[in-house]
């Protein structure tokens, strides 16, 4: 399976349609059923004690899966996020880049189902793993 979308295609489509996070989320790899994003760690992710927050690390998990999604079925707004279960699993570093990895493992006609790994730059060990769920729109 090739994708519909390149990286290119997809930071262009990120920037154009969420002009808001503009900057927030890079591409590092793309293949047909995977991707690899990161996203600086900046003083507004962080929550008191030093470490980055939850909505951040929830927010790198969703724009990862929605872009292996678009990159697979091509520029389409509209998919949205139906269900997410994320587990937050150890402490990230504040200061450092978060790099998610994320696997497309089912692609329907209606739903589109993501696995993603939340790591710390120079951690080894996941931070967070996420399970995601996608409605795709019809046509």
Do not use: W
């Not at 995977?34 to 969703?62: C, E, K, Y």
């Not at 269900?83 to 990230?92: A, T």
């Not at 450092?96 to 696995?115: H, P, S, T, Y």
Request: hydrophobic share 50%; charged share 15%.
């Amino acid at each position: 399976m090739t994708v519909k979308m390149t990286a290119d295609d997809l930071q262009g489509f990120l920037a154009e349609t969420f002009p808001q996070v503009q900057g927030d989320f890079v591409i590092a790899a793309l293949a047909a059923q995977s991707i690899t994003v990161q996203m600086p760690v900046a003083d507004r992710h962080l929550r008191p004690g030093g470490t980055v927050s939850g909505p951040a690390m929830f927010a790198l998990a969703d724009v990862t899966a929605y872009l292996i999604i678009l990159a697979n079925i091509g520029p389409k707004a509209l998919a949205v996020t139906t269900n997410c279960s994320i587990d937050f699993m150890r402490k990230p570093a504040a200061g450092q880049m978060l790099i998610c990895e994320a696997r497309l493992l089912k692609l329907g006609r209606a739903l589109a189902v993501v696995d993603a790994l939340i790591y710390s730059a120079g951690q080894a060990a996941p931070v967070a793993r996420a399970s995601l769920t996608y409605a795709i729109p019809p046509g």
